[in-house]
């Protein structure tokens, strides 16, 4: 074996935030690629772990581990905490580090600051979802989007489905905190989107009045639990999983990035297992949908739910740090490891003795 330990480098969220700003279809037709490369078999994505705080049980860190082939061809981990409190104090509930690693001697060759990763392959999933789930419908685009939930979340999916194209007449938004609510119809104003805004009170209001639904709460368990509020037949994207009852979900055709990392952790759809004991109410995967294999009724909700893929933030980061080698950006952290001769014959300094 003929190999050398790579360098290893420190990406920065605003090194990060430049590299994909502006490129929305690039990462859209990135995320495609991926969930490809997953579906054909392609890729190792265990299940996530999620290490949880008895002392703060709203709060919790999970660990993605994945490894991608295809053109990609990394290995690595998400490391991304999730503490809500932390908006009531004025920063981000989320953030996150990407480890990327060398597949041919295991090293790890990056340390990513990953909390925009994390949302751009999110909204960039969700913009895919959008386009596909609603390509072959004779009804066409929907014209109404609606927004439960107004986090960063949400503004990364509105900017990438406008980034892909998408056009509204009209936009709701709905959030539990008001003033959430209305700094969200302020940025949408600010965006240079010409939908006209509403901000719902309730959520019944922002689901009837919505043909392409985007759920980004923190929920933790369903609070939307009327499945006639979806009897004109939205396309749903469920991002954040766990807000629709199983009476919902079981009154819709279902769709997942993957079914058996979807059906855990008291997602809607688990529960809607647990419920009737059986999963035939998932009617396929995104992949199935992209290759054709799955065609979607009009005359039921379809819902979409993502339980998010750790191949997809590799091959987001693998493509950020490939483009800041190729730029001569990388800052690589010298003698990172040092200790590398079996038997210890290297000098202070770090060359051969």
């Not at 949880?52 to 660990?63: C, G, Q, T």
């Amino acid at each position: 074996m003929n190999a050398q330990i790579p360098p290893f480098s420190v990406v920065t969220g605003a090194q990060v935030h430049r590299a994909v700003a502006g490129r929305e279809r690039q990462i859209i037709s990135l995320i495609e690629d991926a969930y490809r490369v997953h579906g054909e078999g392609d890729s190792v994505n265990p299940p996530s772990y999620f290490l949880r705080f008895p002392d703060r049980p709203s709060s919790r860190i999970i660990a993605l581990p994945a490894s991608i082939g295809g053109q990609t061809q990394v290995d690595g981990m998400k490391w991304i905490s999730s503490f809500p409190e932390n908006v009531q104090a004025g920063i981000p509930r989320a953030s996150a580090v990407l480890i990327l690693n060398d597949p041919r001697t295991g090293y790890p060759i990056a340390c990513m600051e990953s909390s925009i990763i994390s949302a751009t392959r999110t909204a960039a999933s969700a913009a895919l979802a959008a386009d596909r789930l609603t390509r072959d419908r004779r009804r066409g685009r929907p014209r109404r989007v609606g927004f439960f939930g107004t986090g960063l979340i949400a503004r990364y999916i509105h900017t990438y489905l406008r980034g892909a194209g998408w056009d509204f007449d009209e936009l709701g938004v709905h959030d539990l905190d008001p003033d959430s609510a209305e700094a969200f119809r302020t940025y949408v104003e600010g965006s240079g989107d010409e939908a006209r805004v509403t901000v719902h009170d309730t959520a019944e209001q922002l689901i009837r009045s919505s043909d392409l639904t985007v759920f980004a709460t923190v929920a933790g368990a369903p609070h939307v639990t009327e499945p006639g509020w979806f009897s004109h037949n939205p396309i749903v994207l469920h991002v954040s999983l766990r807000d629709l009852s199983p009476e919902v979900v079981l009154s819709s055709a279902n769709v997942v990035d993957d079914v058996e990392h979807c059906l855990k952790a008291s997602t809607s759809v688990h529960l809607a297992e647990q419920s009737v004991g059986h999963r035939s109410f998932i009617d396929g995967t995104l992949f199935d949908v992209m290759s054709g294999r799955l065609s979607l009724p009009e005359d039921r909700p379809v819902v979409f739910s993502p339980f998010g893929l750790g191949v997809l933030d590799l091959a987001v980061g693998k493509h950020i740090h490939d483009q800041l080698r190729e730029r001569g950006e990388l800052t690589v952290v010298p003698d990172f490891f040092h200790d590398t001769d079996r038997y210890g014959r290297q000098s202070v300094g770090g060359e051969r003795a």
